[in-house]
């Protein structure tokens, strides 16, 4: 079935240092949506994606939709601690009825 | 205020004891689903349904049973829950399946012993 892998895992920064995550999709995807879990929360929707090469800014978060829409980026300029949390992106194709998500980045900023 | 009610938040519970875990959502979307959340796997879709009387199995129904007999409510059954479902779940809703915002509920904490 469909899988969307995103890297890396962990990442740790310390406040003011930059954030990247990424995710890929071995087929094209219809569109693909990011969202944020804070620590002991439940996701919340950020953005969606849906066209190829698209790129949209939400203050210092910047995502991208590659060319070819397999994969896709969320990064994050000067972080601050109110940006902790754990990232995910979930892909949709159009052969399926459901959301594939990406296992998540967690955003760990070093005291 | 828009919502997805998940009740109960924890539960610590006996193999083989049924439980369910109710959801319901007051925005009048289509599609809700289950997810099912573990360490270092993300959320892995347990089923969903696109509207009501209409469910289907997502990447891991075993165990599991769902119903949608309403359409604001879908309820998550364990028949014989084992340890292996010990886990943090997730209601979530949708206007339709894509395209659309997926809004969740707050969560459901459950161990099994």
């Known amino acids: 079935g469909q899988q969307v892998m995103q890297i890396p895992q962990y990442q740790h920064v310390q406040e003011g240092e930059d954030f990247t995550t990424y995710c890929n999709s071995s087929?094209?995807?219809?569109?693909i949506q990011w969202y944020k879990q804070r620590p002991g929360g439940h996701p919340v929707f950020l953005i969606q994606?849906?066209?190829s090469g698209e790129v949209k800014k939400q203050k210092r978060l910047t995502f991208q939709f590659g060319e070819a829409k397999k994969n896709s980026s969320l990064h994050i300029t000067a972080t601050q601690t109110t940006d902790v949390g754990t990232y995910f992106c979930a892909g949709c194709w159009d052969s399926n009825y459901q959301l594939i998500w990406g296992a998540g980045t967690k955003l760990i900023i070093k005291p | 205020e828009a919502q997805v009610t998940q009740n109960p938040r924890y539960l610590i519970t006996v193999t083989g004891k049924k439980l369910t875990v109710t959801c319901s959502q007051n925005?009048?979307?289509?599609?809700m689903s289950w997810y099912r959340q573990d360490p270092g796997l993300g959320l892995r879709q347990i089923y969903y349904?696109?509207?009501?009387?209409?469910?289907d199995k997502g990447d891991v129904p075993e165990g599991y049973k769902v119903s949608r007999k309403e359409k604001r409510n879908f309820p998550l059954i364990l028949e014989s829950p084992s340890p292996n479902q010990t886990s943090l779940y997730f209601c979530?809703?949708?206007?339709?399946?894509?395209?659309?915002?997926?809004?969740f509920g707050q969560g459901t904490r459950l161990t099994v012993v």
């Open positions: 994606l849906v066209k």
């Open positions: 349904s696109m509207n009501v009387e209409v469910t």
């Open positions: 087929t094209t995807l219809s569109n």
């Open positions: 979530a809703s949708s206007l339709w399946w894509r395209d659309t915002e997926a809004f």
């Open positions: 925005m009048n979307h289509e599609y």
